[in-house]
C-alpha cells in the first residue's frame, strides 16, 4: 500500500527552509557541521537531539534539504497550525497510533523527503538517554538511512528581552554526522526487531552527541 497521497507536497517545506534560513541566520549565528554527510537525493530520517523549541526552526534552516518534521498536534492550534502545515510539517498525537501521521510520514520518505523527527518524544536534557520506538519503526519500515544531527547551544543562555528564546547573536553548533542503516539486515518488522533497532540507533545517536560536543568545542 502507497502512503504518498497523504504525505505533503514537497513545495511546502521548500518554502519552510527559505523561512528558517532567513530567520535563524538573521536571529542567530548557526555554525553547521557535516552538512555534506545528509545524502543529496533519496530519502533520509534526520534524528535530532531536543532540548529547546528552537531546534527544529533551527535544523529546518540549517539542512541542506527541506526537512518535515513531526510535530506534536498540541501546536497546530489557531493561524500557527495553517502556517505550520503550509510549510509541510505533520501533527502527530503522541498519546496514540496516529495513522493519519504516520502515512505522512511514510509518504514523505516513499517519495524520497527528508523527515525530520525528535526521537527522545519531547523536550528533555536533548542526550537521547530515552528514545521511543517510532524511529526504528520509520527507519525499518521505509529502510531510509538515518543521519544523526547535534544542536548545541541552544539552550545555553536565555534572552534578555525573551527568555524562552537563546540570547540573540548566540552562536549554535548544528552537527550532521554520518548516515546509518537501523535494521540488521533481515528486513524483519517484528517488536523485537523495532526494539533491537531502538538500541542501535540509541548507541549511534549518543556516540554522534559525545563527537558533536568534542568537534564543536562545547
Given amino acids: 500500500m502507497t502512503s504518498t497521497g497523504s504525505a505533503p507536497g514537497p513545495r ?3 518554502a519552510g527552509r527559505r523561512i528558517g534560513v532567513g530567520l535563524m541566520y538573521g536571529l542567530w549565528r548557526p555554525r553547521v557541521l557535516g552538512a555534506r554527510r545528509v545524502p543529496a537525493s533519496g530519502p533520509a530520517i534526520l534524528a535530532v537531539n531536543h532540548s529547546h523549541i528552537v ?14 518534521f513531526l510535530i506534536k498536534q498540541e501546536a497546530f492550534k489557531g493561524p500557527l497550525g495553517s502556517f505550520l502545515r503550509g510549510i509541510g510539517q505533520i501533527a502527530v498525537d503522541r ?19 527528508v523527515l525530520g ?13 530515552s528514545l521511543r520506538s517510532g524511529l526504528a519503526y520509520f527507519a525499518v519500515r521505509s529502510g531510509a538511512p538515518v543521519v544523526p544531527v547535534a544542536v548545541l547551544g541552544s539552550n545555553d ?12 547573536r548566540r552562536r549554535i553548533d548544528v552537527v550532521f554526522g554520518d ?7 533481515s528486513g524483519r518488522r517484528t517488536r523485537a526487531a523495532l526494539d533491537e533497532a531502538t538500541v542501535r540507533i540509541q548507541r549511534r545517536l549518543t ?12
Fill in 207 to 218: 556516540d554522534h552527541l559525545t563527537e558533536a560536543r568534542r568537534t564543536a568545542g562545547r
Fill in 157 to 168: 543562555v536565555p534572552g534578555r528581552v525573551v527568555p524562552a528564546l537563546p540570547a540573540l
Fill in 12 to 14: 511546502g517545506a521548500a
Fill in 55 to 68: 531546534d527544529g526552526p533551527m535544523l529546518m534552516g540549517t539542512s541542506p534539504r527541506p526537512v518535515h
Fill in 179 to 185: 548516515p546509518f542503516e537501523a535494521g540488521d539486515g
Fill in 117 to 129: 523527527i525528535f526521537p527522545e518524544g519531547t523536550r528533555g536534557e536533548g542526550d537521547f538517554a
Fill in 95 to 113: 498519546e496514540s497510533t496516529d495513522r493519519a501521521a504516520v502515512l505522512g510520514a511514510l509518504g514523505v520518505l516513499e517519495r524520497g523527503g
